[in-house]
């Protein structure tokens, strides 16, 4: 990892220590390319070189990610804010080797240390009088089970979600999802779901009610293109819910664990939720874990039900350990006073940037290292994300806004590594201008008609 005094150097052919020969290596990648196309989908193959995107993974380590062909990049798509840590941070690597060593899944209908120490602790971590918790393997389950507690606790049926919201595929996820193309094609979904525009408190007031069980919304829409809210609004829609009886559901599953500057990005506006809901950098870039972190309130309806939400793999002894020492890698190497301060030269060189080609970059948006760049037009995502890549930083689009470039590198970066990202942006921009270096057109596929009736 490069130190703060040293130059960086991303992209172009950077030799990776234990990796194979570059003959190989370029085989390596072309035959996990041709078996993702046959067995997984060649779609997503297509989609993803036309961006500069078919990049196979091979050594990770910090802020950095090594395609198989041997090109270094920095990663700043992180999983879309799963790798806060870094890649294979060596003290969770470390937690991970020796949980191995001694543990496993664990029995999931059994009492465990592992799950009680974790639990403990995001109650200490997570603001408020937040205090019970329920793990799940991914964000989705975190954000299903989040429903399922808020319409079983309050005995009420409406859901209300926002416009561009994510919160993950799953059942009662996707129907809060604010994006069509995810939902309409598996309808009926559940009932009593709504949405309304994001950062509009009049437009929440109008539909959360006497019937409603939840608000559930980001505080930084992640995919919804890093749109960060008008000031006020998450103590607005607090009140709203108060007045109504409803619960306020946030999901912090992008924007929790430092990203923002703060542990929860609620925090920025002093802001206690009923539900939170966490996944993503909680694993390390290394386990999945997600958790469902409630009120000692809300915990009475689990109490004579103890087993009316379980996930065989969800919070296992093994991934609790190793978010432990996730959690532990955050404290002790100040990673969110790290995002406040490298998040303030990433956005002062990107609004730079926006000065410069005032015509296309239209918004510098977000906070701390979760940075979004609002370009003029959705092809701009694409294409810059390919421009991106040739200039050594793995970067993709919001995936509900496409003209949102998201910049989310992890939290270990040093001050040389944020020049590098800037340097790049702006070089990156430049190249998509001038139209230098567009992948070539897929050639022309033989469709293959239906016979005839
Ligand atoms: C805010 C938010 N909620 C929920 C999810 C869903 O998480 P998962 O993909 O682990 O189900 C995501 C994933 O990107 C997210 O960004």
Known sequence: MAKDSEPVQGGGTVPVGDSATSVEAVDTKKRALELFARHINPQKVRVMRAAGLDIIESKREGPWVYDADGRKLLDCFTSAGSFNVGRRHPRVVKAMHEAVDRLDHGNFLLCSKEKAELAAKLAQITPGDLSCVMFGTGGGEAVDFAIKLARGAT??????????????????????????????????????????????????????????????????????????????????????????????????????????GRWFA????????????????????????????????????????????????????????????????????????????????????????????PEEVLEVRGMGLMAGLKLSDDSMGPRLSFNLSNHGVLAIYSGNEPSVMRLMPSLVVKSAEVEFLIDSTSGAIKDMLSGKGMPEPEPSRRVRRRPAR
């Open 266 to 357: 609620s925090e920025h506006d002093g802001v206690v939720p009923d539900i939170m809901t966490v996944a993503k950098s909680l694993g390390g870039s290394m386990v999945s874990i997600s958790a469902t972190v409630f009120t000692e309130e809300l915990r009475e309806f689990l109490i004579p039900n103890p087993f009316i939400h379980v996930s065989t793999f969800g919070g296992s002894d093994l991934a609790c350990a190793v978010a432990m020492a996730v959690i532990e890698v955050i404290e002790e190497d100040g990673l969110v006073e790290r995002a406040a301060q490298m998040g303030e030269m990433l956005h002062s060189g990107l609004r730079e940037i926006a000065k410069e080609y």
């Open 155 to 260: 005995q009420r049926p409406k859901i209300v979600s926002t416009v561009n919201g994510y919160h993950g595929l799953t059942g009662f996820a996707l129907s809060a999802v604010g994006r069509d193309a995810y939902r309409l094609p598996f309808e009926p979904l559940m009932p009593g779901f709504e949405r309304v525009e994001f950062g509009d408190e009049k437009a929440a007031a109008s539909v959360i009610d006497g019937s409603t069980a939840a608000f559930l919304v980001e505080p930084i829409q992640g995919e919804g293109g890093v749109r960060v809210p008008p000031r006020g609004y998450l103590s607005a829609i607090r009140q709203i819910c108060d007045e109504q009886g409803a619960l306020l559901i946030l999901d912090e599953i992008q924007t929790g664990f430092g990203r923002t």
